[in-house]
């Protein structure tokens, strides 16, 4: 493998910062997904593989069907490592007071981690950043290690472990190799984060998947774990979205799904039901945008698809306060009443490509 997408400089800062620190925390985005997980999980080992104490901290619930990741079916139980900040706001603070370093990992600004974000503001040391999302806040970071050609901030750490490997088998004489749990960690982020191989896919993915394989992972393993793991609830719900809860609008060429606080009570909802659900509507021949709301206590969670040549960040941005990737974006709405939110997102389609038909 003879291409590496991070610099020998770049690892080389790296491995300056990790061989000043005695204790790391690693810091994932709110309601974390597949990538969230297989990225901080992955650098989670290769710094306790460097001796290095760390933890996990994610604001929000993991979902059971990605947990392990942190368990004793990735080869090492790192379950006390794992950190809901939800759940232990006082015990997450203490450790990010006690960090010599905090990474954060897939995503771009710090408001991304709702509360947790004036906790890692206040502290005096080094963060930085590894991620895939584009238009990163320059200013909440001290160094900053951003590709968005790339299918994920997984396959942006596998690169980056990769190199600094080469340099620590240089320096030391020793070949110094990726782990099976750190490998199993990142092709899982990988292949979560395009959709099971279905989106965002470059020739340096495959080059990944091909070397990840040849190590030893267990692709099939790894693909039960994930996607044939839910409970029943989440098939009814997924149903139940689907089919009488979604709306198309063929002449928009968009679809919408909608779920109400109400209706996760009824299918007695847990964080991680819905992965994945916005794509679905996409498999419609003459969908090419796919929205998704969620409503939250406070706000509504947003999530946007396309296909073809319609680019969501940028509506993201415009009306629901996000951003992303071209293709997937995301957001978050406070000001429209939940009931009025299907019609809103129809209203501002048709503002947003201005009442004409989009051309696949």
Known sequence: MELNLVSKSSAEKFLRYFQGAGRVVLVGHANPDGDCLGCTSAMLHYLEDMGIAANVIVPGKVPEFLRFLFSERNGVHKEDALVEFDKRPEYS???????????????????????????????????????????PQEQDFNHILLETEISSASELTFWLIRSMNELTTIASGKKKEISMPQAVSLYTGMMTDTNNFDNSVFPSTHRMAAYLLELGVNSEAIQWAVFNS????????????TGSNMKVDYRLKAACLTLSREQQENFDFKDGDTEGVVNMPLAIKDVMISAF?????????VSLRAKGNFVVNAFAAKYFNGGGHPRAAGGRIQDIPFKDIEAYFFKCLAEYIGEMVIDN
Do not use: W
Request: hydrophobic share 40%; glycine share 4%; aromatic share 6%.
């Open 230 to 241: 839910y409970r029943e609830n989440r098939i009814r719900l997924i149903g139940y979205l």
């Open 293 to 301: 709301f969620t409503e939250g206590k406070t706000m509504t969670r």
């Open 93 to 135: 603070a203490e450790l990010v007071q006690k960090a010599d370093l905090i990474i954060c990992m897939d995503f771009n600004a710090l408001h991304r981690v709702d509360d947790l974000a004036g906790i890692l503001q206040s502290a005096s040391v080094p963060r930085l950043l590894i991620d895939h999302h584009p238009h």
